[in-house]
C-alpha cells in the first residue's frame, strides 16, 4: 500500500480477538500491567507499552500512524487542540534568549503567543513579510532558533515558498515548523521541501464535520521526543474519543478535500467581477497575486475564498445577517459552508495596524466553503451581496 488514499483508510490498531472491522475505541484512563516485573520494564522504556492515556492511547497511536504517514513523518504526539499542538511544539523546543522568526501572516492565538505569552520567558521574536522574501534573512540573528510559518495564511491566503524557505532554515540551522492546517497533506506535503516540524488544527478538514476538537504535530524523532516529554507532564493530550473520530474522519479526507477545492474553485469564479466586493482571493484563480507559487507546491487551491465587501464594516455585517443558508461561526473545515468575519472575531484581539499588515480590513469576508451543491452555496453568497 503506497497511496495516501488508501492508507488513510486502512492503516489500523492492531485487531483484537473479537476480529473487529473497525477499530473499537479505547475509553480507558489507565492500562494493566501483567506483573510487577512489566510494569517496571514499560515505565523504564525497556517495553514498549501504553501506561496512561496521558501518554498513550490505542487510538490515538492509529491515528499518529496515518497523518505521520500522510505527512512522510517520523513520528507524532496528538493533543487537545490545534493551539495546544502549536504552543507544545514551540515551548518544549524553545528556551529564555531564543528567537523565533515568523511569518507576519499567522492566526490570531498563533500571534497571541509570540507577542504575549512567550515574551514573558524571554523569548523574542520578529515578523517577516511573506510578499518580502529578500528580507528574511537579515532578520535572522545569532539567537534565532525556530522558524514559524502558515501556508496559506489564515486568513489572508498568503502563501510561503516552501521550497525557497527549507534552503533558507538549511543553510541557517534553524528549526522549521510550518502550519498545513488549510491545505491538508492531500494539497501539500511540507516534509518534501525541508520542515522539520508539520502542526495541524485537526478540527478543521481532519474531522470535518465540526464535532471534535484535536491538534497534531508529526516531523523528526528527536524534535518529536522532546515535544512528547513536555506533553506528558504538562497534559495537552489528545482524547481516545476524539482521536477515534478523527482517524475515521481521515477515510473520507481526501475525497471530501477534493469537492471542497472543486467548490471554493467555482464559487472564487463567479465571485470575480461582483459589484459588491472589491477583490477576491483564491490561490488557483489566476488573478492571485501567488498563482504561479500555488500551482507550485498545492495540488489544489483550497477550501477557503476569501473577499473583501465594498463598504467596509457596515457593508461586511449586511451581507452576513442577510445570508439565509450558510453558517454564521468560527469554525472552518466543515462539510457545511461557514462564513466569518476575521475582523471582529478570529483576529479581533490584533490592533488595527497588526490587521492592516496581514490584509484583514474591516470588510474582509472569510468562506470556508462547504460541500453542499455548489448552486445553492453560489445562491445565497450573492443574493447577501445584492443586498448589501
Known amino acids: 500500500m503506497s497511496d495516501k488514499e488508501t492508507k488513510a483508510i486502512r ?47 490505542p487510538n490515538v497511536d492509529e491515528l499518529l500512524e496515518k497523518v505521520c504517514y500522510l505527512e512522510k513523518a517520523e513520528d507524532g504526539f496528538a493533543f487537545a487542540s490545534g493551539m495546544a499542538a502549536v504552543f507544545s511544539s514551540m515551548a518544549a523546543l524553545l528556551q529564555a534568549g531564543d528567537h523565533v522568526l515568523s511569518a507576519r501572516a499567522v492566526f490570531g492565538s498563533t500571534h497571541q503567543l509570540l507577542t504575549k505569552v512567550f515574551s514573558k520567558w524571554g523569548i523574542t521574536y520578529s515578523y517577516a513579510d511573506a510578499n518580502a522574501p529578500e528580507t528574511w534573512e537579515s532578520l535572522i540573528t545569532p539567537a534565532t532558533k525556530m522558524i514559524v510559518v502558515e501556508t496559506p495564511s489564515n486568513p489572508g491566503l498568503e502563501l510561503i515558498d516552501l521550497e525557497w524557505l527549507g534552503e533558507l532554515k538549511k543553510k541557517h540551522g534553524l528549526i522549521l515548523l510550518v502550519d498545513n492546517c488549510f491545505a491538508t497533506p492531500i494539497l501539500q506535503t511540507p516534509t518534501d521541501y525541508g520542515a522539520d516540524l508539520v502542526v495541524h488544527s485537526a478540527t478543521k478538514y481532519m474531522d470535518g464535520q465540526g464535532r471534535v476538537l484535536g491538534g497534531l504535530v508529526v516531523g523528526y524523532k528527536e524534535l518529536i521526543s522532546e515535544i512528547r516529554f513536555f506533553a506528558r507532564h504538562t497534559g495537552p493530550a489528545m482524547s481516545p474519543f476524539n482521536a477515534w473520530t478523527i482517524s475515521k474522519s481521515l477515510e473520507t479526507l481526501s475525497l471530501r478535500v477534493e469537492r471542497h477545492c472543486e467548490n471554493a474553485l467555482k464559487l472564487a469564479q463567479v465571485l470575480e467581477g461582483n459589484e459588491a466586493l472589491e477583490m477576491v482571493r483564491y490561490p488557483f484563480l489566476p488573478s492571485f497575486p501567488q498563482y504561479e507559487l500555488a500551482k507550485k507546491q498545492m495540488k489544489q487551491g483550497g477550501g477557503i475564498v476569501t473577499f473583501a465587501v465594498k463598504g467596509g464594516y457596515d457593508a461586511a455585517r449586511k451581507f452576513i445577517d442577510n445570508l439565509k443558508m450558510i453558517s454564521i461561526t468560527s469554525n472552518l473545515g466543515d462539510t457545511r459552508t461557514i462564513v466569518t468575519h476575521p475582523a471582529s472575531t478570529t483576529h479581533s484581539k490584533l490592533s488595527e495596524e497588526e490587521r492592516q499588515a496581514t490584509g484583514i480590513t474591516p470588510g474582509l469576508i472569510r468562506v470556508s466553503v462547504g460541500l453542499e451543491s455548489i448552486d445553492d452555496i453560489i445562491e445565497d453568497i450573492t443574493q447577501a451581496l445584492a443586498k448589501v
Open 11 to 57: 492503516l489500523q490498531a492492531k485487531r483484537s480477538h473479537n476480529r473487529e472491522h473497525s477499530v473499537p475505541l479505547y475509553l480507558t484512563s489507565s492500562f494493566l500491567f501483567e506483573d510487577a516485573e512489566q510494569a517496571r520494564a514499560v515505565f523504564a522504556d525497556e517495553e514498549e507499552g501504553n501506561i496512561y492515556s496521558r501518554y498513550s492511547n
